[in-house]
């Protein structure tokens, strides 16, 4: 592949990604890709197309788990300068994909720009809670986006605004697309206000997450008008191990994770919460985390 030495620099080969992860476990990516700037990934994503392989971005590492056989293609990460810029501009706020969500959330609510205090207690990246239209009972993402910047698998870039997003729980309609920057709609708010509701949103989640704890978040979405936590715990399954990965005895909703754990282990704990909340309430729990 001639095409290959045009980014051969910001390419590194057999990259073990358990460090990349907030479970801290699975195997290595063939490639990790560091692109330069938007137009780099764009002319990448293009030839990486006609070659026909794989490719996927690795946000924070906040919600994907990732198997033990890692991934036999290219893992790209927008960590580079161009991705991490913020432009702040009145109440709207141009943020890269590559943009960690939680300080960036603390930020605007000290400085009284209201929107993003239910962020509180979420890691990630812009890019990852864009696509996951992350959030929780406080509030969720997409509801401040007012339009993001997308680059297409054969590398067109198009902006696309907030309804063609398609935000609903724990989802867009931005699938294979890859969120390169998003523009955000904030409100101006006593600074004091929105800290105290960033603070009350995070301590509740201090309360009762396992917040320092490997873990991925929930692992389950929560089916209609039901917690997955509320579900696991009455099932009996705090506690409840398969290997190194367990149901934390904090929220049943977590699978937390110790030291050389592997991705099976919680494969395995996946699939018996799964039969046993089938089998006592006859609910089907649908994975939330993104397993590769
Ligand atoms: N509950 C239990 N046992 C548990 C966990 C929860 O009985 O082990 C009960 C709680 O007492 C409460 C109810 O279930 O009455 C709901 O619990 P919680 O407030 O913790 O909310 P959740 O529905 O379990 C959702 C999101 C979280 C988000 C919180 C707070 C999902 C799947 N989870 O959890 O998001 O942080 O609300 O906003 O939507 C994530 O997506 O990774 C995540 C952690």
Redesign the pocket.
Same mark, same amino acid.
């Given at each position: 592949m001639n095409w290959w030495n045009e980014f051969a620099d910001r390419i590194e080969t057999d990259v073990p990604l358990a460090p990349m992860t907030w479970y801290r476990l699975g195997g290595r990516a063939r490639y990790l890709f560091r692109p330069r700037d938007a137009a780099d990934l764009a002319s990448f994503m293009l030839r990486a197309g006609h070659e026909s392989l794989p490719v996927k971005v690795l946000g924070a590492g906040a919600?994907v788990l990732i198997r033990d056989n890692g991934f036999d293609g290219v893992v790209v990460r927008l960590d580079q300068p161009a991705f991490r810029r913020v432009e702040r501009n009145g109440t709207t706020a141009k943020v890269g994909a590559g943009v960690d969500l939680m300080p960036m959330s603390r930020r605007f609510s000290r400085d009284g720009l209201s929107g993003l205090e239910?962020m509180a $207690?979420?890691p990630g990246t812009i890019g990852g809670a864009v696509r996951m239209n992350?959030? $929780?009972? !406080?509030g969720e993402f997409g509801r401040i986006v007012r339009e993001a910047d997308l680059l297409h698998p054969d590398g067109v870039i198009e902006t696309w605004p907030h309804d063609r997003l398609g935000f609903g729980?724990?989802r867009s309609a931005i699938s294979d697309r890859i969120v390169l920057s998003v523009r955000l709609e904030l409100q101006e708010d006593d600074p004091v206000e929105v800290t105290r509701r960033y603070d009350d949103?995070f301590a509740?989640?201090q309360r009762?997450?396992p917040l320092t704890d490997n873990s +991925?978040?929930?692992v !389950?979405?929560?089916p209609d008008g039901q917690? +997955?936590?509320?579900l696991?715990?009455?099932a009996g399954l705090?506690g409840f191990s398969c290997g190194l990965a367990r149901v934390?005895p904090?929220? +049943?909703? !977590?699978i937390v994770t110790d030291f050389g754990a592997r991705a099976s282990d919680v494969l395995r704990l996946i699939d018996a919460i799964r039969d046993r909340v089938l089998v006592l309430f006859g609910t089907a729990l649908e994975i939330?985390v993104d397993v590769w």
């Open positions: 919600n239910c $207690g979420i992350a959030g $929780g009972r !406080f729980y724990r949103c509740y989640k009762s997450q +991925a978040g929930c !389950f979405k929560n917690s +997955a936590g509320a696991i715990d009455r705090k934390s904090r929220h +049943a909703n !977590f939330e």
